[in-house]
């Protein structure tokens, strides 16, 4: 089985440099374009069968407009939106700074601080999602190709739930607007088989 693991377009917070987490902004033009070509992409080398989607509209547009290539149905996954980020959500990064300081030495693993999600909460709920997703999906045995469309730091949790790295790690994985990640689990075992693909971006320049 293989998965596709994709983030979204280019977002409105992205042109704001604003903390999005959870602030539902939608994509800009070029977000779209991005998601158009991805699309295409996609369709033409890797096609899935399903895909699951963050339901936050900067992720669902961009798997809208990859059904719309693909022909793949579309579930809306709550589990896959991004990390909670409380009062920060929708914020100037400057104005957060002034009004929530990180507290000394950095946010720590179970801080909550801005009523936020804390690390090891954020963790534990893509290891849920996770756990399920391997239960009803990949042991069945039932699709050959599924495409998970996210957000940055879901996908890096997303990471080091199928690397089974620890809760506190300092292992992140980059990915850039519509960036595509293709693994592969076979007979237990897993690759990675490339990672932040951005080759459907060539045409932009």
Same mark, same amino acid.
């Given at each position: 089985?293989?998965?596709?693991?994709?983030? !979204?377009?280019?977002?409105?917070?992205?042109?704001?440099?604003? !903390?999005?987490?959870?602030?539902?902004?939608?994509? %800009?033009?070029?977000?779209?374009?991005?998601?158009?070509?991805?699309?295409?992409?996609?369709?033409?080398?890797?096609?899935?069968?399903? $895909? +699951?989607?963050?339901?936050?509209?900067?992720?669902?547009?961009?798997?809208? $407009?990859?059904?719309?290539?693909?022909?793949?149905?579309?579930? +809306?996954? =709550?589990? +896959?939106?991004?990390?909670?980020?409380?009062?920060?959500?929708?914020?100037?990064?400057?104005?957060?700074?002034?009004?929530? =300081?990180? =507290?000394?030495?950095?946010?720590? =693993? !179970?801080?909550?601080?801005?009523?936020?999600?804390?690390?090891?909460?954020?963790?534990?709920?893509?290891?849920?999602?996770?756990?399920?997703? %391997?239960?009803?999906?990949?042991?069945?045995?039932?699709?050959?190709?599924?495409?998970?469309?996210?957000?940055?730091?879901? @996908?890096?949790?997303?990471?080091?739930?199928?690397?089974?790295?620890?809760?506190?790690?300092?292992?992140?994985?980059?990915?850039?607007? %519509?960036?595509? !990640?293709?693994?592969?689990?076979?007979?237990?075992?897993?690759? @990675?088989?490339?990672?932040?693909?951005?080759?459907?971006?060539?045409? +932009?320049?």
């Amino acid at each position: 089985m293989e998965l596709l693991i994709i983030r !979204h377009g280019q977002s409105q917070a992205d042109l704001e440099d604003r !903390h999005e987490g959870r602030a539902d902004f939608p994509l %800009t033009q070029l977000g779209v374009k991005q998601a158009q070509l991805l699309a295409e992409w996609v369709q033409e080398r890797f096609p899935p069968e399903l $895909i +699951l989607s963050s339901p936050l509209q900067r992720a669902s547009r961009t798997a809208e $407009i990859l059904r719309g290539a693909t022909g793949a149905p579309l579930q +809306l996954e =709550p589990a +896959l939106m991004e990390w909670n980020n409380g009062l920060l959500a929708g914020l100037a990064r400057q104005e957060a700074a002034e009004r929530f =300081p990180l =507290p000394p030495g950095g946010r720590r =693993p !179970h801080d909550t601080y801005a009523e936020t999600e804390s690390f090891i909460e954020f963790r534990a709920r893509v290891e849920m999602f996770w756990s399920k997703f %391997t239960y009803e999906y990949i042991l069945p045995g039932a699709f050959k190709r599924i495409a998970l469309v996210s957000h940055a730091g879901t @996908i890096t949790q997303l990471f080091r739930c199928f690397l089974g790295l620890p809760v506190v790690c300092d292992c992140f994985f980059s990915t850039g607007d %519509t960036g595509v !990640h293709l693994w592969s689990l076979e007979s237990g075992r897993r690759t @990675i088989v490339f990672a932040n693909s951005l080759e459907h971006l060539q045409a +932009l320049g």
